[in-house]
C-alpha cells in the first residue's frame, strides 16, 4: 500500500486527527475569521474546495462547526508545528 503523500503520517503517532496540509491551511484560516471566499481568494483555489476541505475538516475532527474547529486549530497548533 502506497503512502498517501498528501497526509502527515506523524500527526497519527500523536493522536491528533490526520488532516492534509491543505486541510490545515483552511482550518487556520478559519480560526484568523476568514469567509469561505476570503479563504479561497488567499489559497487560489475555488469557493467549492474551500467548502469541501471544510467538510473534510469537521468529519475527521468529529465536529460540527467552524468555532469548533478555530477551538481544535488554537487547542492543537503548537503540537503540529513541532511535528511537521
Known amino acids: 500500500m502506497r503512502a498517501d503523500p498528501g497526509v502527515d ?18 482550518v487556520r484560516l478559519i480560526s484568523e475569521g476568514r469567509t469561505n471566499r476570503e479563504i479561497a481568494g488567499h489559497l487560489l483555489i475555488s469557493h467549492e474546495t474551500v467548502n469541501s476541505h471544510i467538510d473534510h475538516i469537521l468529519r475527521k475532527l468529529g465536529i460540527t ?14 503540537d503540529l508545528k513541532k511535528n511537521r
Open 9 to 26: 503520517h506523524t500527526r497519527q503517532d500523536l493522536g491528533i486527527p490526520t488532516l492534509t496540509a491543505r486541510e490545515l491551511d483552511v
Open 65 to 78: 462547526s467552524r468555532v469548533a474547529a478555530a477551538a481544535w486549530w488554537f487547542n492543537n497548533r503548537s
